[in-house]
């Protein structure tokens, strides 16, 4: 059995609403990468992880009316990507949000927004239509004008839960909400941040991307960037 898919079989047992990790015996990265390998080696995960391809995947970018692939930005643009939903209870997917925007600024700022592209997927398009993530984006500063971001839409949660499960190794599921007022769902999920270079090779993985200080996201991507 391939190893994602048992990591994830293993881990939807106890999916929790933090940010989760799996740590494994220690790899080593080659010349397809520009940072050095992480302190926490995260090569045995059901996630993407260093020196490992990002999955391809083609998803609707709602706002912009035309499917996005991965795949398109390999040799053109470092990706930083994350997954929320905009009913986050508990300030998680807001905090990830922040992240890949501070970067956006940054990338403006210095020079290599075009070098750059901010992926958003949501895993709630019951609720996530267009105009929600419009209005989301303005509330949270995210510079659509910029075009190098996209929220990433599938049609279904079915699609959606196919796509963070299968193809990115990350637990989800659909749960009551009755702790939260006005809140008839929520998903508990891992908050997860991916730097990929150009190549498509993941750089860095965030399994605690809401709580990973906002610097060392900005610092690892523009060093990955710029390099």
Request: hydrophobic fraction near 35%; glycine fraction near 6%.
């Amino acid at each position: 059995m391939h190893r994602r898919r048992y990591l994830y079989t293993a881990a939807t047992a106890g999916i929790v609403g933090t940010a989760g990790c799996l740590e494994t015996l220690s790899g080593t990265g080659d010349s397809r990468t520009v940072l050095e390998p992480p302190e926490q080696d995260l090569s045995e995960a059901s996630h993407p992880s260093y020196d490992e391809p990002l999955p391809e995947t083609t998803l609707p970018d709602p706002l912009l009316g035309d499917e996005i692939s991965t795949a398109q930005f390999e040799g053109e643009r470092a990706v930083l990507m994350t997954f929320f939903y905009t009913n986050c209870p508990d300030g998680m997917c807001p905090a990830l949000t922040l992240r890949l925007r501070r970067t956006q600024e940054v990338a403006a700022e210095e020079g290599f927004a075009d070098k750059s592209a901010f992926l958003a997927l949501t895993f709630d398009p019951e609720r996530d239509t267009p105009d929600v993530l419009e209005t989301y984006a303005g509330e949270q500063g995210v510079d659509l004008d910029a075009e190098n971001w996209h929220f990433l839409r599938p049609e279904t949660y079915e699609e959606a839960k196919q796509v963070v499960s299968e193809q990115y190794g990350l637990p989800l599921e659909k749960r009551d909400a009755d702790q939260y007022e006005n809140l008839e769902y929520a998903f508990p999920h891992y908050n997860l941040i991916l730097l990929v270079n150009e190549q498509g090779i993941v750089e860095r993985a965030y399994p605690n991307g809401a709580t990973v200080d906002v610097s060392r996201v900005v610092e690892d991507f523009e060093t990955v960037v710029t390099a």
